[in-house]
């Protein structure tokens, strides 16, 4: 008979989908908000800027992952834990939908807290499902399956944050994110008996830094450090948020080499290898995370967006597209860059009697006539393109591990991270021969370069990013599981920081191959150490998984 996985993951299979669905369709028209017109409802910002804020904002939100998953193993357990997360990010949703910068901030920082509690602790839940020797064997595929789930939730957002926005307005779309995650919310409090069970606070160990300590010594260096970088009166790494969230990532950063140092003889090597995959991972994040700024933009400015002229009801019944009309009239004024022209003190935008800029490097041959509409795809729905391929691939790669788990044959976790990281680097090349086919942006390409660079880094991302988190509920001290489920998202954090700056470099490079070979130099490099780790790594997987 063959094995099931056990009930639960289930459960939280479709609770992380809808809190997925909420937070990648928050985050898939984040940056198209903040450059969005101030007249059209947007934030106004130049893309620099946006980028900036973007790197950071999604830099938090894996960062809080180390509080929250530090006060799960010690004070609240993963279902409380859970739970508190969710109703902070729901909440930080539907503040998005009101006006003002006050409540667009302190929106900001309900859904970084909130994804501090929920991310880590019910990735760790599961782990802990599996953590039964029945289920053991199972656990890599059960992270691919519970990945999987992620992306259907990431993929379909997208159609509902096109209809809401086109429709009523970018707050409406922010408040569907809202109501996804509640759902998710009640989902997971449905599905609570199938792992009440192994919701289990870990007792403290003598070498373990108490709470007290970890606060004055981690959190409060970290607050007081990043505040003093904020202001301090020149910029060190390009922006204000970029130096305060460096610097107060440092005081993190030495509280897990200090675990490293005072671990146990048992724990020492585990914790070498976790800590080693994890400084390997940030460049992956640092690559993959520019979907959300530098593919956006490609999107945006240098891909065929238009499709045909729909049926009139099927237009009001779907809003899954934007019109234009090719005709000279006052339009916003962009740059040979396709950098929005603002005025430096309103930061409206500045008018000129033009046709939109849509059509500026649309091929001659496929312009309108004049007066003639064009129906554009919105640009968040490229941002489906990842998550509908881990769908589609997951129980190809589910499959093909177990049959070669089967015959003997299965690399280990730490093979497979390694392979992640090399295809990553192959799906760069895939943009500069797009560079290259639109001669530099100077003519629009085929959606399909996009579509192919997703299929590739898709490919690289199910082989590390669920392989991380098997990883980490792998090798993890049990008492600390949350924890260092935190440092796999602080890697994560570091990355997605990393991938801001990146995309804010954007417009510097006049040639845009080379920004998208800068990329392949990250994830080549990054592939090449974990080759020559991976023979310690394996050695240290093999010897844990025996005892």
């Known amino acids: 008979m063959k094995q099931k996985h056990p009930r639960g993951l289930y459960f939280l299979f479709f609770s992380e989908l809808w809190e997925r669905f909420g937070y990648y369709l928050m985050i898939g028209i984040f940056q198209l908000y903040l450059t969005e017109s101030i007249e059209k409802g947007g934030m106004g910002m130049d893309r620099k800027e946006a980028a900036d804020i973007y790197g950071t904002f999604i830099a938090f939100v894996f960062l809080t992952p180390f509080l929250g998953g530090l006060l799960a193993d010690r004070i609240l357990g993963l279902k409380n834990s859970i739970l508190i997360g969710g109703t902070l990010m729901g909440l930080g949703y539907l503040g998005l939908a009101l006006p003002g910068m006050t409540s667009f901030y302190i929106s900001l920082c309900l859904i970084i807290l909130g994804n501090g509690f929920f991310k880590p602790n019910i990735s760790t839940l599961l782990g802990n499902l599996y953590s039964e020797p029945a289920y053991k064997d199972m656990k890599d595929s059960g992270y691919s399956i519970f990945y999987m789930g992620i992306n259907i939730g990431a993929c379909v957002c997208n159609l509902f944050a096109a209809y809401m926005r086109n429709r009523y307005g970018w707050g409406y779309a922010f408040g569907t994110a809202g109501i996804g995650m509640f759902i998710g919310l009640t989902t997971f409090l449905i599905g609570l008996r199938h792992y009440r069970h192994v919701d289990i606070i870990k007792a403290v160990q003598p070498e373990d830094m108490p709470l007290s300590s970890i606060f004055a010594q981690v959190f409060l260096p970290a607050i007081v450090v990043g505040g003093c970088a904020w202001f301090y009166p020149d910029n060190i790494f390009g922006s204000d948020s970029t130096d305060a969230f460096i610097f107060a990532t440092i005081p993190v950063i030495i509280f897990y080499v200090g675990l490293y140092v005072k671990a146990s003889v048992q724990d020492k090597r585990p914790m070498a290898a976790l800590l080693s995959i994890m400084a390997v991972s940030v460049m992956f994040w640092a690559v993959f995370k520019q979907n959300g700024t530098a593919l956006t933009t490609w999107a945006q400015y240098y891909t065929e967006r238009d499709v045909p002229k729909p049926i009139e009801s099927t237009a009001r019944t779907l809003y899954l597209a934007e019109t234009i009309t090719y005709k000279n009239d006052t339009v916003p004024l962009f740059n040979e860059k396709f950098q929005a022209v603002k005025d430096p003190v309103s930061k409206k935008a500045v008018k000129t009697f033009d046709k939109p800029v849509y059509y500026r490097n649309l091929d001659?041959?496929?312009?309108?006539?004049?007066?003639?509409?064009?129906?554009?795809?919105?640009?968040?729905?490229?941002?489906?393109?990842?998550?509908?391929?881990?769908?589609?691939?997951?129980?190809?790669?589910?499959?093909?591990?177990?049959?070669?788990?089967?015959?003997?044959?299965?690399?280990?976790?730490?093979?497979?991270?390694?392979?992640?990281?090399?295809?990553?680097?192959?799906?760069?090349?895939?943009?500069?021969?797009?560079?290259?086919?639109?001669?530099?942006?100077?003519?629009?390409?085929?959606?399909?370069?996009?579509?192919?660079?997703?299929?590739?880094?898709?490919?690289?991302?199910?082989?590390?990013?669920?392989?991380?988190?098997?990883?980490?509920?792998?090798?993890?001290?049990?008492?600390?599981?949350?924890?260092?489920?935190?440092?796999?998202?602080?890697?994560?954090?570091?990355?997605?920081?990393?991938?801001?700056?990146?995309?804010?470099?954007?417009?510097?490079?006049?040639?845009?191959?080379?920004?998208?070979?800068?990329?392949?130099?990250?994830?080549?490099?990054?592939?090449?150490?974990?080759?020559?780790?991976?023979?310690?790594?394996?050695?240290?997987?093999?010897?844990?998984?025996?005892?």
């Open 364 to 547: 001659a041959s496929k312009l309108p006539a004049e007066g003639e509409q064009t129906y554009l795809l919105n640009t968040e729905l490229f941002q489906s393109i990842n998550p509908f391929w881990v769908i589609i691939l997951t129980p190809f790669v589910v499959a093909f591990f177990a049959f070669l788990r089967k015959h003997n044959r299965e690399p280990s976790t730490a093979s497979k991270i390694a392979l992640g990281l090399f295809v990553s680097a192959i799906s760069t090349f895939v943009m500069v021969a797009a560079v290259y086919i639109g001669s530099n942006g100077s003519v629009k390409v085929s959606p399909m370069w996009l579509v192919g660079c997703y299929g590739v880094v898709t490919i690289g991302e199910l082989l590390l990013s669920p392989m991380g988190l098997s990883l980490v509920s792998k090798l993890s001290p049990k008492r600390i599981t949350a924890v260092m489920m935190g440092g796999w998202f602080l890697a994560t954090s570091l990355g997605n920081k990393l991938s801001g700056i990146l995309a804010s470099l954007w417009d510097g490079y006049e040639n845009k191959a080379n920004f998208f070979l800068v990329n392949c130099c990250l994830l080549g490099g990054a592939a090449l150490i974990m080759l020559l780790m991976l023979k310690w790594l394996n050695g240290i997987l093999s010897e844990h998984l025996k005892n």
